[in-house]
């Protein structure tokens, strides 16, 4: 059967679809903060209600957390069994003060080419989600049904590790194991080059609060004498990197390994410029570890960043105190067979050694994954790099992710299948950070993409 | 004349006194946040009004920040002419979850001879200030007139390093020059001990603020490659001080020489407990440079403390993000000759020297005092040495103080005026932590105090 009538669909369909996303982006599911956990609510109510009016079987499943949406569709005898994996949550958007426009007010801004929609979540994940969801309504639309069995499972707590979702596969084994899994929370090689990532990152995500005095204490009279937990914590983060940019946390680099060199000769085939990745941020000089290349320290070498650091006064003026404590948030990306679980008590050995007297240590853990990697034998790549090369007109790049997708893992060690991970975004999506935006193009060709990577899988063409 | 009938309406006075300066704390003039200027000028208006109906000619003088309170009383013919200095403003509350009652209803608690007030700025310094004026309340009923000429100066920026004041004095100072100065806002020994402070550390309040990336970045797809501002900052602070707790920034310890070793001797012979004083805030280890006392370290010793510290996510949670820049405040404590000027130069130099590449720092000075002392020939300290062991039945210990009174610096050079430095707190008193408290004893006879302490400049006895 011609997929042409599908594609024409989607082509045709695209205002209504743009709408549907901005319903969808109006609803601002920020899931690291309880005080959004009705709209990250609202947004399940809304996927599920959307996909039942596809004709899928679909609700939404209450977890500790954040809900979980699940629909069936398609024939049940028409194999492969896809599931399809997105989130509806979306990162906090502060810095509120250098938005343009309201976060959650979506709109659709430039001309010809250049067309994009700005909101906080479109690109990170919202807008990838809808463009599986629009391909499979212009099945229906075009066809009257699927052309496989899909599964779509959607969670609400990628933004904070997924604690709820190794659970609730566990609990649902039967009903979500699939023969393959399409995750679609990446990047392409750039606007024009189609990419499926077959290396991602993992992460270790932690928080230490280093404690000194019983209460906060004047500066003046007791500076000199009392240890300042600032000074302490300060020590503690400038000793985690040597003067290389190589992580001194003893064995933290047990299992990471290094680059297949098939891959970094592939990798350096690439049209990548360094100084424009690094100037499009403001920067010109590669922060990681010495005598690596820029893909590398990104895509394929561990790291630890600061995600936040708090302690004492930090209101308008000064405030002359000694804090009785301060605190930072940590992350370590993971590759290779790096142990997650290894590296944490790593890290906090590594704190507690760097304690002077008086001072104690707690830490909080807020979630832990590996790192993972695709087998290039996969029968579903193949198929899937060749569905792309269809809509884009170049053979999509093999490339690496330095973002971490938990769920990979847990799709890989709990239900036993791989996931393709093939995705729209470009790399100025700004996600995380203010004034996210989605190209159009990225959710138009990214629908019409799926609805090839569909049908490829389902052996037609 | 003898004293007794003064003495007599304190101590008959006090209850009414105790409600007095109830409705002083429970004005929250907060002078570093400025949502709270109104409530400065409130302060300032209720004291003014007080002093006032004592018969000062007492005024609320506008300055480009906060009001000063200026009174003038007592004889013109009847020297010394003295100065009063006191300040109405308080720091702010936070953190307010540690506070047993709201830090602005002020409370009387506890029993017999361990009564003691609680409120925010209760020690530093409305209480203290009030003694003063508690004294030259029962002059008048007393004796229906103050025993010399008197000046009282109330600021309201005093824990913003009084910005203000330098060019108030400047514009006026005929009309404040006066043989010598009182200052209230230091502590005694111990509860049953008064003391004279004779030195002072000065201060240095700097705030530095780290950049790297133009932006937020996510530190998945951006960590390894891109400069992270709070892995900058943190290494900056660790180096500040050395392994043996000196200050590493070249040039920081020129100008502040060595204790005298007459002070020294007097010093060591006190009975100070430094496990107690320690062990009092929940800690054992004196923190400071190595080989010197604690009262060395907090009295004579300059030191540099990280007030506060921020950058990144710090909510709930978690967020991977790789902040765009992260920003510290630091106070520097001066002893002896040290410049407060080429502190700061540098402190900024010693930054600037450990900025990498793409990093940008940015300075904010919060004011800068030298250290202080007063020499030990005056012969108004005779007098009020005399005064105080009259009161309290022991001789007063001449001591240093870690804090910062940059007022004083300020009649030394620009009024060509000594301070006496005289004040009724404690070591436990919490000021700048919540729960501050001011023993009823402190309040009750410090006021006979100055009551003594005023004859006894004015001739009498």
């Not at 957390?65 to 958007?93: E, I, N, S, T």
């Not at 290349?293 to 960043?305: F, G, K, N």
Request: aromatic share 6%; charged share 25%; with cysteine.
């Amino acid at each position: 059967m011609a997929l042409d009538p599908v594609l024409a669909t989607i082509d045709r369909d695209l205002d209504q679809s743009i709408e549907r996303l901005f319903a969808l982006l109006r609803i601002p599911s920020i899931s690291t903060d309880p005080a959004y956990r009705g709209e990250c609510r609202k947004a399940a109510d809304w996927l599920a209600h959307e996909l039942a009016a596809l004709g899928f079987n679909a609700d939404v499943r209450a977890t500790k957390g954040h809900p979980m949406v699940v629909a069936h569709g398609g024939p049940k005898d028409r194999g492969p069994h896809v599931l399809f994996y997105g989130h509806y949550d979306v990162q906090p958007p502060d810095p509120l003060e250098l938005w343009e426009t309201p976060p959650f007010e979506p709109r659709l801004v430039g001309s010809n080419g250049n067309r994009r929609i700005v909101a906080r979540g479109v690109a990170d994940d919202k807008g990838q989600l809808m463009t599986f969801v629009e391909a499979c309504r212009a099945f229906i639309a075009a066809e009257g049904k699927l052309p496989l069995r899909v599964t779509i499972l959607l969670e609400g707590e990628e933004e904070t590790g997924s604690p709820s979702l190794p659970p609730f596969l566990d609990a649902h084994k039967e009903e979500l194991a699939a023969d393959v899994a399409l995750v679609c929370d990446t990047d392409m090689w750039d606007a024009n080059t189609p990419a499926v990532t077959t290396m991602l990152r993992g992460l270790v995500l932690e928080e230490v609060i280093v404690e000194g005095a019983d209460r906060d204490l004047h500066s003046g009279l007791f500076g000199g004498a009392a240890i300042n937990p600032i000074r302490v914590l300060a020590r503690i983060l400038a000793g985690i990197h040597d003067e290389n940019g190589r992580i001194a946390i003893p064995g933290f680099y047990d299992g990471a390994g290094e680059l297949d060199p098939e891959i970094r000769a592939q990798w350096r085939a690439l049209d990548f410029n360094e100084s424009r990745f690094l100037g499009d941020l403001g920067l010109k000089v590669p922060a990681g570890e010495a005598g690596r290349s820029v893909l590398e320290q990104i895509w394929a070498r561990p790291t630890c960043d600061a995600n936040g650091i708090i302690g004492g006064y930090t209101g308008a003026g000064s405030k002359t105190v000694i804090p009785a404590r301060a605190s930072a948030k940590l992350s370590f990306r993971l590759v290779g067979q790096q142990d997650p679980m290894a590296v944490r008590e790593g890290f906090r050995a590594f704190v507690r050694a760097r304690l002077p007297a008086d001072c104690k240590a707690e830490f909080l853990s807020h979630g832990a994954s590996p790192a993972l990697q695709l087998p290039l034998s996969s029968p579903y790549l193949a198929k899937t790099r060749k569905a792309l090369e269809a809509e884009w007109e170049r053979a999509p790049v093999l490339k690496g992710s330095g973002g971490s997708i938990p769920i990979v893992g847990s799709f890989k060690r709990d239900l036993g299948m791989d996931s393709l991970l093939v995705g729209f975004g470009v790399d100025d999506d700004r996600i995380h950070s203010p004034n996210e935006k989605y190209d159009l193009a990225s959710f138009h060709k990214g629908a019409r993409s799926w609805a090839r990577i569909l049908a490829a899988l389902a052996g037609r063409n």
